[in-house]
């Protein structure tokens, strides 16, 4: 898996989860339950992984879909 975004805006997240899963593309939101410890302020940044043979083609969607600011180098 490759990360692709590090974010707290779960509305980005979840964008971003609904284009992967109607592309095909295997992901995975990292760090959800690091909220509980935190006291569920979003001090803590979530992970978005993709997998790793199709993290281009994520990217790709993800920048067509507005995104690419989001994405990390």
């Given at each position: 898996m490759r990360e692709i975004i590090r974010t707290n805006d779960v509305v980005t997240?979840?964008?971003?989860?609904?284009?992967?899963?109607d592309a095909g593309?295997?992901?995975?939101?990292?760090?959800?339950?690091m909220?509980?410890?935190e006291g569920s302020?979003?001090?803590?940044p979530r992970r978005f992984l993709v997998e790793e043979e199709?993290?281009?083609e994520a990217r790709r969607i993800l920048k067509d879909a507005g995104l690419?600011?989001?994405?990390?180098?």
């Amino acid at each position: 898996m490759r990360e692709i975004i590090r974010t707290n805006d779960v509305v980005t997240l979840s964008l971003a989860e609904s284009l992967m899963k109607d592309a095909g593309i295997h992901c995975l939101i990292a760090d959800q339950s690091m909220s509980v410890l935190e006291g569920s302020l979003g001090f803590l940044p979530r992970r978005f992984l993709v997998e790793e043979e199709r993290a281009e083609e994520a990217r790709r969607i993800l920048k067509d879909a507005g995104l690419g600011a989001e994405l990390r180098p």
